[in-house]
């Protein structure tokens, strides 16, 4: 009786690492706020899963120095988008350099997805949706993923952040400043130049901390 082989499909083969990086991307323009924002990351690990898809993560940064904070919280990202068989890489450029950046970076093939909500500066006190910049300037198509950015909400959040630094810095120097008078009113001699020089130290001490530990 002759042999018979049976020759199966193996549907769900992982890519070879050659097969991995000739997928397209989907490039994912974020503000620095949304960095981190995990229903955001299981919405785009179905859409590059459905698209056979890498993931591009495309951070607008507000401020360099921010860019460590912005670094570890996409790592939660893509760590959440990530499997053997998606590719995802983040790259975070300065926001007014980042529509100059991208095209550079895009290639055919490539899906780009943003949300509606975020702007780029196109002129003296004039913001465009870069969804509309992209499609009008640059002649690339968009998807846009709704709901998750919220630049009323985060920009709320942010003078809040403002306010309570300033509180906390005008507290620190309003006690340092009562304790250098108290030193120069109640100690004398070389004493109080010591305390008194070594209180300022202090004061600019506690200030450049409070600057690390809540950045603005």
Not at 13 to 37: C, D, K, R
Not at 50 to 78: C, G, P, W
Not at 103 to 113: E, K, L, T
Request: charged content about 20%; glycine content about 4%.
């Amino acid at each position: 009786m002759p042999e018979c082989k049976v020759q199966g499909v193996e549907e769900n083969a992982m890519p070879t690492q050659n097969e991995l990086e000739s997928y397209p991307n989907l490039i994912v323009i974020l503000p620095e706020s949304l960095a981190g924002n995990t229903s955001l990351a299981h919405r785009i690990y179905w859409m590059a899963e459905q698209e056979s898809r890498n993931v591009l993560y495309f951070t607008l940064a507000e401020d360099q120095q921010h860019l460590l904070q912005i670094s570890r919280r996409l790592a939660t990202m893509k760590a959440l988008t990530s499997n053997p068989k998606t590719r995802t890489r983040s790259k975070i450029v300065p926001k007014n350099d980042a529509m100059r950046i991208l095209p550079q970076i895009f290639q055919d093939g490539d899906r780009i997805v943003c949300p509606p909500e975020l702007t780029v500066k196109t002129g003296f006190l004039r913001q465009t949706p870069i969804i509309t910049y992209l499609q009008e300037e640059l002649h690339l198509a968009v998807v846009p993923i709704p709901g998750f950015y919220k630049p009323l909400k985060v920009q709320t959040q942010h003078w809040l952040q403002v306010l309570v630094f300033w509180a906390v810095c005008l507290l620190l120097m309003g006690l340092f400043t009562f304790l250098e008078v108290e030193i120069d009113q109640q100690i004398h001699g070389a004493l109080r130049s010591i305390l008194f020089y070594s209180s300022i130290g202090l004061e600019f001490g506690a200030l450049l901390t409070w600057n690390h530990i809540y950045p603005i």
